[in-house]
Each structure stands twice: as structure tokens, then as C-alpha cells.
């Protein structure tokens, strides 16, 4: 028992090893966090932020003062023009949807060029899965640059551009269920400017989902033209209960916001009914919580790395998401620990999860979760589809306190299977 937890005591003493030896880099995702806060409150005080514009608006949405704020503030945040942020949007999935029917028409070309998308958004590309809905099926045509050593194949990017008739190129900047590494800004950074330079027509989109608020820098402000993310994950800061963003050049915003309404309505509709509040203040904890969880997710590579895991990234390592991988390498072994850490979780500890089918996910998926918002991933979860080689995919931790005891509690559960076996 420690502090009247079931943790194993080994387990506490390698934490406090872990902590000392972690010292600098907890320092480093303090500065940036701060960094963000600076900004955070710069953003607030320049749209005069107040308490009436947390007042509900309903119907149509006109006048929702506090709506246009949020978006205002969302633009200065990501150094973009302008940003559609809405409860009505309901998944990052989803927003993704938004941005690419919103930009491309049938016969344009996308490419991929961070290997193969996540794996929600294949069956909404076309690429698994028989949507009759997918952008393949409206005759979008899809082609797909590998990453090379976990980098932007840039010759073959470029000479892809040479060779006409892309319309827009798609970075994913974290590495979702793939093996691979998440993409850093500075190499993003790099890629769309030899991008822009073969060709400053081409749209350059990054799903910025997991990414937001890890580095002070965000893809539009290297260049990207428009990025998109869940307001599940890092920007929820644990509050804000439901939601997405696009954020860019004004233009492809409206484009977009004209898929999510209708064409000639745009942006300019839309009651948020009473979740500006909690969106401002979503904004307001998401710096701390992105902190706390990627203190959380070194911690537990530190320790699986000790007790002998595959671990990615290594704890030393630089990151540019909130995202942890361990490779577990077999389906017994994933969902045993998705069930040890389910122990961990701050509610509905209680559960044991199990593998099962999830919408829009080709495989069978395991997670672990327990949060106030449900499914969302800035609070400590797990989860991983029940497939080679079986890794399980670890993130958030919206405080330290509880994402460390939560990792202990579940490290004191795989310790002990592994025991039994
Ligand atoms: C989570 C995620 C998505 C989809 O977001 P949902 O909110 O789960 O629909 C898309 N891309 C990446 C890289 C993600 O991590």
C-alpha cells in the first residue's frame, strides 16, 4: 500500500529515481506550458474577454458575441487568419471530414505524405471500409507518400508537385495508430516549405490532433494553411465537454464552415447554446493539463523502459504529442494492460474493459478510460486495435497527482500478472 493505494512500494521507489532523473526535462515542458499561458492570456485580453459573452444564445445563433470571440481567439492562438471551433462538431474524425469535403471537389488529388492516415479517417478517405459516402467515392483521388526513417520523403514530394494535379498534401503530425514516430514541427516546418516552393497553390493540411500546445509552435505557424484538431483531447483541458476546430487562411475556413452549414451560410450561424464558457475555459487549462500529461506519459516510458518495455518515444526523448507507445506484442498481453490501467483511472475503476468493435475503426479496439468527458484522451487512457504487433497507445494525465498514481496503480497490476504467468 502506498498512500492507501494498492501500489506496489518498488514501483514508488523508481518513481522517485524517475523524478530526479526526468528534473530537466519536467523543467522544459514547464516553459512551454508558460510560454502558452502567456499567450493564452494575451488572446483573452486583447478580444476583451467578459463574462456576458458566456451568456447562452440559442436558435439560429445570431449575435452569439462569444462564439466569434472563441473563434477570434483560436486564429491568434494558432497565428491563423480565422478558425471554425463549434460543439457541433462532434470528433476530430469528423472535422476532418468537414476540411476535406470542405476543400476538395471530384477530380482534385490529395496526398498523404505522412505514410497511411489514422485509421478513422481511411474508411472516410475510401481507403477501407465501403462508404458509399468517402471522399474516393465522390471521386477524389487519393495517393500516399511513406515516411523515410520517420521523416518527409521530400524528393518524392517534390517531384510529385512537379508533376501536377495535386490540390492539397495531408501531414498528420502525430503518429496515431502507426509505427512510427510523431512528426516535430521543425521537420514540418522544413517539408512545407519545399512544398510551397515546387508549387504555393497546394493546400498544405496538417491534422494537428494529440500536437496542440506540446511545442510553442503550432503548424500554422510554419506554414501549414489549415490545421485541424479534436476538442476531446488536448484544447478540452479536461472541461470543455464536446467539440473540434479548423484553423487557417480565411478562405479554406470559410470553405470548410460552408460544408459544416450550408453554402452562403458559412461561420455565421451556429448557437453554441451555453458551452462558450467551458470552450474559453477548456483554453484556460489546456496549457497546465498538456504539461501534466506529457510529465504523466515520460514518467510511464521511464518505468516500462525499466521493467523492460518497448517504449515510444524513450523518456530522454523529444515530443511533439501527448501520445506513449508500448509495444505489448500480443493480444492477451494488450488487453491486460488496457484492464490494469482501467484501474488507474479516476472514475469507473472499477470496469474491466474488453475488445469490441468501435464506428469507423477497421479493427477491434481495447481501451482504458475513466473521465469526466467521456472518451477523452487528455485524461489518462489507453488504447490500442487488437492487431500486429499489438501496441498499446497511452496519453494524457490532465493533473501530475493522478496521472502518476494511475500509472503506478496500473504498473502494480501488469508487475503482478506477469507474476502469474
Ligand atoms: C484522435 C485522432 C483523430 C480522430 O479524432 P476522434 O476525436 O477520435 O475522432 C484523427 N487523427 C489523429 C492523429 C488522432 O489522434
Given at each position: 500500500?502506498?498512500?492507501?493505494?494498492?501500489?506496489?512500494?518498488?514501483?514508488?521507489?523508481?518513481?522517485?529515481?524517475?523524478?530526479?532523473?526526468?528534473?530537466?526535462?519536467?523543467?522544459?515542458?514547464?516553459?512551454?506550458?508558460?510560454?502558452?499561458?502567456?499567450?493564452?492570456?494575451?488572446?483573452?485580453?486583447?478580444?476583451?474577454?467578459?463574462?456576458?459573452?458566456?451568456?447562452?444564445v440559442?436558435?439560429y445563433g445570431y449575435?452569439d458575441?462569444?462564439r466569434?470571440?472563441?473563434?477570434?481567439?483560436?486564429?491568434?492562438?494558432?497565428?491563423?487568419?480565422?478558425?471554425l471551433?463549434r460543439p457541433q462538431?462532434?470528433?476530430?474524425?469528423?472535422?476532418?471530414?468537414?476540411?476535406?469535403?470542405?476543400?476538395?471537389?471530384?477530380?482534385?488529388?490529395?496526398?498523404?505524405?505522412?505514410?497511411?492516415?489514422?485509421?478513422?479517417?481511411?474508411?472516410?478517405?475510401?481507403?477501407?471500409?465501403?462508404?458509399?459516402?468517402?471522399?474516393?467515392?465522390?471521386?477524389?483521388?487519393?495517393?500516399?507518400?511513406?515516411?523515410?526513417?520517420?521523416?518527409?520523403?521530400?524528393?518524392?514530394?517534390?517531384?510529385?508537385?512537379?508533376?501536377?494535379?495535386?490540390?492539397?498534401?495531408?501531414?498528420?503530425?502525430?503518429?496515431?495508430?502507426?509505427?512510427?514516430?510523431?512528426?516535430?514541427?521543425?521537420?514540418?516546418?522544413?517539408?512545407?516549405?519545399?512544398?510551397?516552393?515546387?508549387?504555393?497553390?497546394?493546400?498544405?493540411?496538417?491534422?494537428?490532433?494529440?500536437?496542440?500546445?506540446?511545442?510553442?509552435?503550432?503548424?500554422?505557424?510554419?506554414?501549414?494553411?489549415?490545421?485541424?484538431?479534436?476538442?476531446?483531447?488536448?484544447?478540452?483541458?479536461?472541461?470543455?465537454?464536446?467539440?473540434?476546430?479548423?484553423?487557417?487562411?480565411?478562405?479554406?475556413?470559410?470553405?470548410?464552415s460552408?460544408?459544416f452549414s450550408?453554402?452562403?451560410i458559412g461561420k455565421d450561424l451556429g448557437a453554441n447554446l451555453?458551452?462558450?464558457?467551458?470552450?474559453?475555459?477548456?483554453?484556460?487549462?489546456?496549457?497546465?493539463?498538456?504539461?501534466?500529461?506529457?510529465?504523466?506519459?515520460?514518467?510511464?516510458?521511464?518505468?516500462?523502459?525499466?521493467?523492460?518495455?518497448?517504449?515510444?518515444?524513450?523518456?530522454?526523448?523529444?515530443?511533439?504529442?501527448?501520445?506513449?507507445?508500448?509495444?505489448?506484442?500480443?493480444?492477451?498481453?494488450?488487453?491486460?494492460?488496457?484492464?490494469?490501467?482501467?484501474?488507474?483511472?479516476?472514475?469507473?475503476?472499477?470496469?474491466?474493459?474488453?475488445?469490441?468493435?468501435?464506428?469507423?475503426?477497421?479493427?477491434?479496439?481495447?481501451?482504458?478510460?475513466?473521465?469526466?468527458?467521456?472518451?477523452?484522451?487528455?485524461?489518462?487512457?489507453?488504447?490500442?486495435?487488437?492487431?500486429?504487433?499489438?501496441?498499446?497507445?497511452?496519453?494524457?494525465?490532465?493533473?501530475?497527482?493522478?496521472?502518476?498514481?494511475?500509472?503506478?496503480?496500473?504498473?502494480?497490476?501488469?508487475?503482478?500478472?506477469?507474476?502469474?504467468?
Amino acid at each position: 500500500m502506498y498512500l492507501g493505494l494498492d501500489i506496489d512500494q518498488k514501483l514508488v521507489e523508481m518513481a522517485d529515481e524517475a523524478e530526479k532523473e526526468l528534473a530537466p526535462v519536467f523543467k522544459k515542458y514547464e516553459q512551454t506550458s508558460l510560454a502558452i499561458m502567456a499567450k493564452v492570456i494575451k488572446a483573452f485580453g486583447d478580444c476583451r474577454l467578459a463574462s456576458p459573452d458566456f451568456a447562452e444564445v440559442t436558435g439560429y445563433g445570431y449575435y452569439d458575441g462569444g462564439r466569434d470571440k472563441l473563434e477570434q481567439v483560436y486564429a491568434q492562438l494558432f497565428g491563423a487568419e480565422d478558425a471554425l471551433v463549434r460543439p457541433q462538431i462532434m470528433s476530430g474524425t469528423h472535422a476532418l471530414a468537414l476540411a476535406f469535403f470542405g476543400l476538395l471537389r471530384p477530380g482534385d488529388t490529395m496526398v498523404s505524405i505522412s505514410g497511411r492516415p489514422y485509421d478513422s479517417l481511411t474508411t472516410m478517405i475510401g481507403i477501407s471500409g465501403k462508404s458509399k459516402n468517402s471522399l474516393i467515392a465522390h471521386g477524389v483521388n487519393y495517393e500516399q507518400i511513406d515516411l523515410v526513417d520517420d521523416d518527409f520523403d521530400i524528393a518524392a514530394i517534390v517531384n510529385r508537385i512537379k508533376r501536377g494535379g495535386v490540390s492539397l498534401m495531408a501531414i498528420q503530425r502525430s503518429r496515431g495508430y502507426a509505427c512510427r514516430k510523431s512528426l516535430t514541427i521543425e521537420k514540418i516546418e522544413k517539408v512545407i516549405k519545399a512544398i510551397k516552393a515546387a508549387d504555393p497553390n497546394v493546400i498544405v493540411l496538417v491534422d494537428n490532433c494529440y500536437g496542440d500546445f506540446v511545442e510553442d509552435r503550432e503548424p500554422t505557424h510554419v506554414g501549414a494553411d489549415i490545421i485541424v484538431g479534436s476538442l476531446m483531447k488536448n484544447l478540452s483541458g479536461g472541461i470543455t465537454r464536446t467539440g473540434g476546430y479548423i484553423v487557417g487562411k480565411k478562405d479554406l475556413v470559410w470553405q470548410v464552415s460552408e460544408r459544416f452549414s450550408a453554402p452562403g451560410i458559412g461561420k455565421d450561424l451556429g448557437a453554441n447554446l451555453n458551452t462558450n464558457r467551458e470552450m474559453f475555459m477548456g483554453l484556460y487549462y489546456a496549457p497546465s493539463a498538456v504539461e501534466s500529461s506529457l510529465k504523466t506519459m515520460t514518467l510511464a516510458s521511464f518505468l516500462l523502459q525499466k521493467l523492460g518495455y518497448d517504449v515510444s518515444p524513450t523518456p530522454l526523448e523529444e515530443r511533439t504529442d501527448i501520445i506513449q507507445t508500448i509495444r505489448l506484442g500480443s493480444a492477451d498481453a494488450l488487453v491486460g494492460f488496457c484492464q490494469g490501467m482501467q484501474k488507474g483511472m479516476i472514475i469507473e475503476n472499477f470496469v474491466v474493459p474488453e475488445a469490441a468493435p468501435m464506428p469507423g475503426y477497421p479493427d477491434e479496439e481495447v481501451m482504458a478510460s475513466g473521465s469526466f468527458i467521456t472518451g477523452s484522451t487528455i485524461d489518462l487512457s489507453c488504447d490500442g486495435p487488437l492487431t500486429e504487433p499489438y501496441i498499446c497507445y497511452m496519453q494524457g494525465g490532465i493533473t501530475y497527482s493522478q496521472g502518476k498514481l494511475g500509472i503506478l496503480v496500473a504498473l502494480t497490476n501488469l508487475l503482478r500478472s506477469n507474476g502469474k504467468k
